[in-house]
């Protein structure tokens, strides 16, 4: 895995160099340009807020907001997806047999990614594609999609982005960084994924690197400059994970939890699924949905056993999962790229921040 | 309302120093605007980490059952009624219950605030009947009675029915309020607008059950949406499936309903989930004249056969 980053970081580093102007009063034509080679997914405004859709012909995603409210891991990864499926109609062709739906991978890109969201692909790609295993359903979408960015200007206050090993401006899982200028965007070339859609696209105006590079590591530095949240998450290795799971204070950091999903599916990291079959008369299908580690069904054995029968073993898991296992399995940071969502929407206001503080300081 | 944390605190002391109760049921300040965090308090000294202010929509009366405990709770009205709720429906005692009652002016509602401004909202500070929200750029004064939670608005129970100890005098109760003009609206909807009202209504739903879970009233051991044997529901964001979950849970809260809200509130994706129960909650009241969680003396409508029962709520 730190081999593949690797990879993208030189990658990232071959095309730094490139930076296209691009004049907003062209955009639409320019995506537009896009649409007959790519499915296009972006933010649209939809019920008073933003959320990644797949884009109409002529619509343009509206690049005027802050994260989502579901972060956009459904493009890859759709809360319910159908795997196999199978018909007992002996007049049918293959009846009785479980069979995998057909399914085509067209090329695809999401405009208007930010940075945080395209790193949470590349943290859940460390669970869906290694070397043993290959979630052939997440990995065809994946490699399918190109990954358009936009740097955060003014990140918001629950935005910890730096603290948990990415950033505004963050570049890994990108193939194109756009930056907002205000009349014009800047658009960094990041992969050659990256340079395929440029093409497509018909952006041309390439901008003198030098000049285009400090504007851009100016504001960089600027909107780092303006995140105020942070977690410290520098012992949490070298905790031991038996003190963690015993400690006190879980009791009253899950008081509050009323163990609904809401933090695991607006995260674009947790990627848990529950297989479940679903028959119509003669025919049937396999599908997998988000499952979550907060429902007594998410461990409930099928002896009526449940080792995880209350609401403070539940939170924990999630946690130390996020903060602990994680971190111990992958040796690659938390699993949390900061986007701040969980703090944001859960209904009784349990801050991660405050609890990867008290795991990380806890003597 | 402000002024109350003062007593809440002094009261809470108390009881804790006197081990009339093991703990104190509250809020205490949030991480970000417009939210607090339910907590316990079971130590004198820590008194002072209880709040109040209008961000204490969560209905605490969710959070005293399968407890062994003796607990002071701090209920607003509609808390108090859902306690009540649960000593007849046998999930707590009254008198493992202390309840601490608060005269309540509304809560504000967070999802309505948060939709009025393009901008990050950094703090929203109360000043009597004025709510200033604050982004970075620039200030905000509004009327606390233009922002409350719909159901706060419409809310005709402010002042707690059962409690030990009350936190102030009572508030003026809301009179001359027409509580039911959203759901006559759908009610007058021609079916296949009511079923596209509905389709488009809960489009959005992620099927977390964050309303079940910050509702009260949901406390069955294992959900119908969660059984396996048999399995009633799909487990997909299949709109039927959806539809179905919404609609069944409102009716298990037909007659128990308290409007508490708290089921609007938490939803992540700001769905205004109580429109379901509102229109059982006005149903009960229209065939039976009942309210729910008003009185300890008698049985819920749908608890009970009378033979003059009304045929219409079959």
Redesign the interface.
């Known amino acids: 895995m730190i081999h593949t980053n690797l990879m993208i970081r030189i990658q990232g580093f071959r095309h730094t160099m490139k930076i296209i102007r691009i004049d907003k009063k062209n955009w639409a034509e320019h995506i537009e340009n896009l649409s007959g080679s790519y499915r296009l997914f972006g933010p649209v405004k939809?019920?008073?807020?933003h959320?990644f859709k797949e884009l109409n012909k002529g619509e343009l995603p509206d690049l005027?907001y802050?994260n989502t409210?579901?972060s956009p891991k459904s493009i890859i990864y759709p809360?319910?997806e159908v795997m196999l499926e199978y018909s007992l109609d002996e007049n049918k062709d293959n009846h009785h047999v479980m069979k995998e739906v057909k399914k085509d991978y067209p090329q695809r890109a999401v405009i208007g990614i930010r940075p945080c969201d395209a790193a949470a692909f590349l943290l859940v790609k460390r669970n869906f594609d290694t070397a043993e295993y290959k979630d052939t359903y997440w990995t065809r979408a994946y490699e399918t999609t190109t990954f358009v960015g936009l740097a955060c200007n003014?990140p918001?206050?629950?935005c910890f982005c730096q603290a948990a090993g990415n950033g505004p401006f963050h570049e890994d899982g990108l193939d194109i960084l756009l930056i907002d200028m205000g009349d014009y965007f800047f658009a960094k070339i990041i992969s050659s994924k990256g340079e395929n859609l440029l093409k497509a696209a018909e952006w041309e105006t390439e901008t003198d690197a030098e000049t285009g590079g400090n504007i851009i590591a100016a504001m960089k530095q600027k909107a780092e400059d303006t995140i105020t949240a942070s977690v410290s998450t520098n012992k949490l290795k070298g905790q031991k994970t038996t003190d963690l799971f015993d400690a006190p204070f879980w009791e009253?950091v899950a008081?509050?939890c009323?163990?609904?999903?809401?933090c695991?599916?607006?995260c674009p990291t947790c990627w848990c699924f529950?297989i479940?079959d679903?028959a119509f008369g003669l025919c049937g299908i396999r599908?997998r949905?988000w499952d979550?580690c907060m429902?007594?069904?998410f461990t409930l054995h099928g002896s009526g056993h449940n080792p995880r029968n209350t609401n403070m073993q539940r939170l924990r898991q999630r946690f130390m999962h996020k903060l602990k296992y994680y971190v111990d399995k992958y040796d690659n940071g938390i699993q949390c790229v900061g986007c701040g969502r969980c703090?944001?929407?859960c209904?009784?206001?349990?801050?991660i921040?405050?609890v990867c503080d008290l795991m990380n300081n806890y003597e | 309302m402000l002024k109350y944390i003062d007593t809440i605190r002094k009261i809470s002391k108390r009881l804790l120093k006197e081990k009339a109760v093991d703990m104190v049921i509250g809020f205490r300040k949030g991480t970000v605007p417009m939210m607090n965090e339910p907590c316990f308090i079971n130590k004198p000294e820590d008194v002072d980490n209880l709040v109040w202010n209008s961000n204490c929509g969560i209905n605490l009366a969710n959070y005293l059952t399968n407890r062994k405990e003796k607990i002071a709770v701090i209920a607003k009205g509609c808390d108090s009624r859902n306690i009540v709720t649960h000593i007849i429906e046998n999930k707590v005692k009254r008198d493992q219950v202390f309840i601490v009652g608060v005269p309540c002016k509304g809560m504000i509602d967070r999802h309505k605030i948060a939709s009025m401004l393009e901008e990050e909202i950094i703090e929203v500070v109360e000043e009597g009947n004025i709510v200033i929200v604050k982004s970075a750029a620039f200030e905000k004064r509004l009327e606390k009675s233009e922002i409350l939670q719909e159901n706060c608005a419409v809310c005709i129970h402010r002042n707690p029915v059962v409690y030990d100890e009350l936190v102030a005098e009572p508030v003026e109760e809301q009179t001359d309020i027409d509580r039911y003009k959203d759901v006559r609206r759908i009610e007058e909807m021609q079916v296949e607008e009511k079923n596209n009202f509905f389709d488009n209504f809960l489009s959005t739903c992620i099927r977390c059950y964050a309303c079940r879970n910050a509702c009260p009233l949901c406390y069955c051991p294992t959900c119908f949406v969660d059984e396996s044997r048999p399995q009633w529901l799909g487990k997909s964001i299949d709109p039927i499936d959806i539809k179905t979950f919404h609609l069944l849970r409102a009716f298990h809260c037909a007659g128990r309903c308290t409007d508490c809200g708290a089921c609007q509130r938490a939803c992540p994706m700001g769905i205004n989930v109580r429109i379901f129960t509102k229109k059982l909650e006005k149903d009960c009241f229209e065939l039976y004249g009942w309210e729910s969680g008003l009185t300890l003396e008698e049985r819920p409508p749908l608890d009970t056969y009378k033979p003059d029962d009304p045929d219409s709520g079959i």
């Open positions: 939809d019920n008073g807020s959320m005027n802050f409210t579901l809360q319910s003014s918001q206050t629950t009253d008081f509050a009323i163990n609904c999903g809401t695991t599916y607006i529950d479940q679903e599908m949905n979550s429902f007594p069904l703090i944001r929407l209904p009784v206001n349990i801050d921040r405050k």
